[in-house]
């Protein structure tokens, strides 16, 4: 049986910071490129960071980079969001996702982020809820 079960989220304050975890259990774990998404209250749900598999290649919406971290640890089938000078705006149910690794050639003309982590995801995870409060 597949699963992807995330944790970590918590209420905190602006400018704090929070690590969510995502384990995986039922597929072969190196094959597989993992995302993170959230979804805020009355929005849709958006794509946060993804990191590949074979190389673990990481990817940022560009509302979080240079203040979120994707890692992942492949001896124990778990991937990391750290979350650094968090906002008000971050405030959502944190989901993680998993599909097999895309492994075509580069594609110029699309963004690294809509190549490697706008994809089609087999497997989700049931959330976790972060609110940072102001």
């Known amino acids: 049986e597949v699963q992807l079960v995330e944790s970590g989220g918590a209420l905190v304050q602006a400018g704090g910071s929070l690590r969510l975890s995502c384990a995986a259990s039922?597929?072969?774990?190196?094959?597989?490129?993992i995302g993170w998404f959230r979804q805020a209250p009355g929005k849709e749900r958006e794509g946060v960071s993804c990191?590949?598999?074979?190389?673990?290649?990481?990817y940022y919406t560009d509302s979080v980079k240079g203040r979120f971290t994707i890692s992942r640890d492949n001896a124990k089938d778990t991937v990391y969001l750290q979350m650094n000078s968090l906002k008000p705006e971050d405030t959502a149910v944190y989901y993680c996702?998993?599909?097999?690794?895309?492994?075509?050639?580069?594609?110029?003309?699309?963004?690294?982020?809509?190549?490697?982590?706008?994809?089609?995801?087999?497997?989700w995870g049931q959330g976790t809820p972060v609110t940072v409060s102001s």
């Open positions: 990191i590949r598999g074979s190389d673990s290649g990481t």
């Open positions: 039922g597929f072969t774990f190196d094959d597989y490129t």
């Open positions: 996702a998993a599909y097999r690794q895309f492994r075509g050639p580069r594609d110029v003309s699309t963004s690294v982020y809509q190549q490697y982590c706008a994809r089609q995801y087999s497997y």
